[in-house]
């Protein structure tokens, strides 16, 4: 089961390792972001919501692109012509994600860990790498030893083939990790592991949880 965000005192327990998803948990929530750029391409607001999650073929070009089936720019051209005869597939993901901004906290808190001495991993379903990506674009992908991405080890979350991937790509047990996904679906194939797992569904309660759990505190950059 997910720990709750909202623990008083700091666990006495020692980590050797944190994994953290990207979208939603490095990042900000997207859904404002792409509401607005909807509006602005003159699609409703939720077009990109119900196309990726809702529209059957939508959901299969997307599953697709997250295990490495299709490249960024198939997925481009396939979802444009899903969204409307209107839309531009020139770098379509691109355009869509470059305004949703970087979770600053959580960053800090990832760079805390790290100089602490915690060994840390990006798990992340893909959303494709060229043209946009996202990775690089939100400057974060330097901070992680290791890096696992869906579309370049033919898994996705939540098979549970990935989080043991990750595992031993960062040469730890389950019971030294700490995973933070905001998907709740995520996060039992990884509790059932051994680790430990901490939802993301606002950013301020998961670092305060992050703190607790690590020993750590996530100070800003002035």
């Known amino acids: 089961m997910p720990l709750s965000a909202s623990a008083p005192n700091r666990s006495a327990r020692q980590f050797g390792g944190l994994i953290l998803d990207f979208a ?45 089936e299709i490249d960024q720019v198939a ?23 470059s305004g949703v901004p970087v979770a600053r906290r959580m960053v800090a808190l990832a760079r805390a860990a790290s100089e602490a001495g915690l060994k840390l991993a990006l798990l992340s379903n893909s959303f494709g790498l060229d043209p946009f990506n996202p990775y690089r674009h939100a400057g974060i992908w330097d901070l992680f030893d290791v890096h696992v991405v869906s579309e370049l080890v033919g898994l996705a979350k939540p098979d549970p083939a990935i989080y043991e ?58």
């Not at 607001?45 to 070009?61: C, I, K, M, Q, V």
């Not at 997925?75 to 994600?97: F, K, S, Y």
């Open 165 to 222: 991937l990750t595992l031993s790509r960062m040469g730890l047990a389950p019971a030294e990790c700490v995973f933070v996904d905001d998907h709740a679906v995520n996060l039992p194939p990884a509790a059932a592991l051994g680790i430990t797992t901490v939802h993301a569904q606002d950013e301020q309660e998961a670092v305060a949880r992050l703190e607790d759990l690590l020993g750590v505190d996530a100070v800003l950059a002035a």
């Open 75 to 97: 997925w481009n051209e396939g979802t444009a012509a899903l969204l409307g005869p209107h839309v531009d597939p020139t770098n379509l993901m691109g355009r869509a994600w």
């Open 24 to 68: 939603g948990v490095l990042t900000a929530n997207p859904l404002p972001v792409h509401r607005a750029w909807c509006a602005a391409e003159g699609l409703d607001e939720g077009a990109w919501r119900s196309t990726l999650n809702d529209d059957p073929a939508g959901r299969r070009l997307y599953s697709a692109l997250e295990i490495g």
